[in-house]
């Protein structure tokens, strides 16, 4: 059985970020790459929301506020930087942002002076 979980859907929006950077190259501002692929998931109608605000709450009290750079249908956390290296924080951030948005996956995005490369973060507290 393949338990990788929106298998379809992931190929789909890590395609998209290899237009992107097929089309525009390396060297670009995270915000230059972000624009575009809301371009590139127009073009390609798959349903999306960038920079969406979610709320980090205690006791139905709102203490802090996260954005994400992109929730692809209703399901997938995308979050883009720009540099060689995935680091820690980027990761920890992105699985921060899975477990207030209470989202299984989070896909990272970086954005190199060489290609694009991605890691899959899944929620394993909310994964059943």
Known sequence: MDKVIFKRESYNIIGCCFDVFNKLGPGLREKNYQKAL???????????????????????????????????????????KV?????????????????????????????TYDEVRYRRILNIKNYS
Do not use: W
Not at 53 to 75: E, H, R, T, W
């Open 38 to 80: 809301e371009e590139v998931f127009s073009e390609k109608k798959i349903e999306f929301k960038s920079q969406l605000y979610v709320p980090i709450k205690i006791n139905n009290k709102v203490i802090g506020k996260y954005f994400l750079d992109f929730i692809v249908s209703n399901q997938i956390a995308v979050e883009l």
């Open 83 to 111: 540099g060689n290296n995935f680091h820690r924080r980027d990761i920890e951030q992105l699985f921060s942002y899975l477990k207030s948005s209470n989202l299984k996956l989070g896909i990272l995005v970086n954005f």
